[in-house]
């Protein structure tokens, strides 16, 4: 027992004064940061399991913070996206597998915001600061509480959007999704109410029954239509004319 926990003594010496001596004088990559038994354990072989055991979720990660800031706009269709050892990805070939899936939705999503900014420019209506404080206001208290119905702690607004979105809530409100398809329709919908009924009548109905009111969104469902024109252009494609639009809640 006694000649195990020498050996082992004796061991432990050897991998720390190996270490230490590495910290030192060690400029190569075939040179030892370790030594156990005459086997020795280079600078390169280090670098290879750390890299192997950890590169992949620190690159992942770095990506994760990076992309979001890529001006897209300024990359050529022959730019690359991302350089790896086993190759590159180049602007035009993520396009191409990007539009094939997700294609539509965003084509969608950028002719509804089209045409929610031409309706209120028509009604005179400006997004502004104090209308985006309002949206915020009214998202942070949906997060508390849906968190507090789950039994969840609360969480910050721009926490929860940096974990779900991969920014924070000041980025993603400028976003145009969120601009004309959030901010936008509600202000076209309080508008719309207010020429309808007059701020007294939706006072008074407020009044009345405040519970309905609070709760409409999570047990009824709304839609705003924006009926629009296309017209061909001059390639042929269809181009969106929002010239005889209008909209009224259904």
Known sequence: MTIVLLRFACLILVVVGGLLGAAEHATTDDEPVAVIDGEAITLRRLEDELLKREGADLVERLLHETLP??????????????????????????????????????????????????????????????????????????????????????????????????????????????????????????????????EAELRARFDRDPAAWTLAEACDCQAIFIPYQTTPGADGKPLVSAAHAYWRPR
Do not use: C
Not at 70 to 99: C, F
Not at 100 to 126: F, N, T, W, Y
């Open 69 to 198: 800031r890529t001006e897209w706009k300024r990359l050529g269709d022959a730019d690359p996206v991302l350089i790896t050892p086993s190759g590159r990805l180049l602007r035009q070939q993520l396009v191409a597998e990007l539009m094939a899936k997700h294609g539509e939705a965003v084509m969608g999503e950028m002719l509804d915001s089209e045409l929610v900014r031409a309706a209120l420019v028509r009604s005179g209506i400006a997004i502004d600061d104090a209308m985006i404080r309002a949206e915020i206001a009214h998202l942070e208290r949906r997060l508390g509480a849906s968190l507090a119905a789950r039994g969840l702690p609360n969480m910050d607004i721009d926490s929860f959007f940096r974990q779900q979105k991969g920014v924070g809530i000041d980025e993603y409100v400028l976003q145009p999704g969120f601009r004309w398809l959030v901010a936008g329709l509600h202000a076209l919908a309080r508008e719309e109410a207010a020429t309808q009924l007059g």
